[in-house]
């Protein structure tokens, strides 16, 4: 592995050695000494064309435990419209050396076109490019229902180290037509065999979904008592859906949506005792998840937040210390 | 104009693919053909061998962008007419969306006498058919019909006539002098912000989609407005399936309509878009496989009555981008016949009498210039001619190619033919596939 630029790149190998790295990493994190030497005297530069500070902290996190040396590199606000040139960016950082960038844009493709352009001969990693691909999020995603759903329930490793997801069920739902977390949540969670509804308005799920490897659903309340998930995994909507903007709203009221595809306590009564709820963040409380679905014991939405970490020292230990026979390589 | 004093023999080339025959080429028209050896050549003419080489009709562009005035750092007039003659062509139509806008007689005029100037090719403008192409009131078409350009061919081209009554005025109102409206298919409300065919791998990809309704539903309006108003239209650039169903229907019924389609259109699809590089970002989109069937199955059986380039340059910075932020468009004028060979003749789906129909004579007759081009190969008629060895083959190299600009869809791909001579009046702009710059080039 060179980059990690999209989920549907990653064999089941390359998805069970990124989870089980991360297992181990996670297993670092409770020590009192949180900080590997590991990346030592490498340069990761977080390089962030869009304002995510959750992302951005959770990467900067990541690599600072492995010991990198990090840069923050925000082009947000040189210029909006074509952003700081991507190329010239790139040229930069080459010359500055570094090792592995951590690439945010609202571009689809932009990490690709960094990747395979010839600009730079860093490892890219994407951390989120405009409708396309999400994959650390996805990753973070599989890794806590493996922990949940395999590991504490099948009573072997405690995090299921080694385990794929076959079998196991995953309803995603809301805006799939504009998320990155949906694209790479459905590629990844088939890899690893499980299976995937999607439940959406008609207007939110892309022309093209059928060749999709999942299910498409417009009704939550059937998904949810007939197909009987293991997991939910509700997604942001964004403001711009509700009130129409160039292309028109997506659904007439945020009420409706509420009403129709929003995850509250009597739909969560539907799902199966150990079913859990996700959620990528930041939430909309009271638009697609309500306080007493995002604060009830199924809710696992602030373990997301630190496997993210665990997952992202993984990637970069993947991509940056790979080989075996480079220096302080043992965890 | 004056006519190149130059006399020319091509020998044993095949006129629409027919026949060897020899070919003299003088005072600017075909003065003699025969069967090889049958002719009288005079003693001082230059030879051309073009043995298993077929002349067609110059080639006539009804869809060229050439960006002067205003965008002079992607083409300009002469660079643009250069890369026309080394593909082949001898008349261009030079699209409107210039900076500023070739709505007024003026602009017209001054691309024209550029065109003139260079020497290339005939500078055919386009006038535009709303005031800046905004959309909101018609241009002064009169004034442009009636100025020294001539112009007969109007487009907003770059954005849709949308505007109903607009386009249904437009279409009443060049009636007076012959003039078609060449409409650029996009309902802008159903494309807002879209980045590439919307289908399976704009799903996957994450790129917004361009749904091919948005070409058809305008397509379909038209199409009933012109009958509505019996008048005469062009749809540019088709490139769906349904599009070319709507363009038989209509024909069936005996609407005057004519449709265009793009090189890249007959053989690129939206799979391209993959690899994020824009060179592939183009308007409208890439389709996928079974609109490329379609469009081919179109114009071979004449519900495509042209192939017109779309040729648009652009700089490098405006492709160096990222998807999202890059400029739409390829260059093509100098691939366009090797994309019809291949798409088209090379299966065995057109003879070169129909490259000829829709590459020259189709398009001189849509664009009302079909007095000086599209005309057959015989004697007396003006020596507008392409000279092409479909045999050999060819890797593009963008930055090879007499085009200012380095964005063509095919570099590095092998394409089949080559354009061994062009002829302009009787002089060669192209000859040995080399462009051939004029003798005391501006002097007229
Ligand atoms: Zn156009």
Redesign the interface.
Known sequence: MKHLLSTADLSKDDALLLLDTAAQMAATQSRAIKKLPTLRGRTVVNLFFEDSTRTRISFEAAAKRLSADVINFSAKGSSVSKGESLKDTALTLHAMGADAVVVRHWASGAPYQLAHAGWLDAAVLNAGDGTHQHPTQALLDAFTIRRHLVGRRGGGDPDGVGADLAGLRVAIVGDVLHSRVARSNVALLRTLGAEVTLVSPPTLVPVGVETWPCRTSYDLDATLADWQPDAVMMLRVQRERMSGGTGGAFFPSPLEYTRYYGLDARRLALLPDHAIVMHPGPMNRGLEISAEAADSDRAVIVEQVANGVAVRMAALYLLLAGDPSAEGNDL | MTTDPTTYVLRGVRPLGGDPADVVLAGGVVAALGAPGSVDVPGDAVEVDGADHVLLPGLVDLHTHLREPGREDAETVASGTRAAAAGGFTAVHAMANTSPVADTAGVVEQVWRLGRDAGFADVHPVGAVTVGLAGERLAELGAMAHSAARVRVFSDDGRCVDDPILMRRALEYVKAFGGVVAQHAQEP?LT??AQMN????????????W?AVAEEAIIARDVLLAEHVGSRLHVCHLSTAGSVEIVRWAKSRGIDVTAEVTPHHLVLTDELAR???PTYKVNPPLRTAADVEAVREGLADGTIDIVATDHAPHTREDK??????AAFGMTGLETALSVVQQTMVDPGRMTWADVARVLSVAPARIGRVEHAHGRPVAVGEPANLTLVDPAATRVVDGAAQATASGNTPFAGRELPGRVVATFLRGRATVLDGAVVEPAGAGAR
């Open positions: 409300r807002e912000g919307e289908g399976v791998v704009s799903a996957e990809i994450g790129l917004a989609g749904p690899t994020y590089d160096d981008c990222e998807w999202a932020a």
